[in-house]
């Protein structure tokens, strides 16, 4: 009677799971590269509504420290 072979799903699927991930990783860092390639270095980023917000916060606080300690002495 030959014996029955166990296998080991666990195993088995994340050894396709981390075989996927990495083919994956690959092709996203390939994707990257020709972006990064495709860019001139004076060519800029649009700011997000997030950074524009921030900045905006960032000078009305520099325009009351201002106020405060020179204008308001």
Request: no cysteine; glycine share 6%; charged share 40%.
């Amino acid at each position: 009677m030959a014996r029955k072979k166990t296998r080991n799903k666990a195993r088995d699927m994340i050894g396709d799971y981390w075989k996927t991930n990495r083919q994956a990783e690959r092709e996203n860092e390939a994707a990257r590269k020709r972006q990064q390639e495709g860019r001139s270095e004076k060519e800029k980023k649009q700011w997000t509504s997030t950074e524009k917000g921030m900045l905006v916060v960032i000078i009305i606080g520099l325009v009351g420290i201002f106020f405060r300690y020179v204008v308001f002495r």
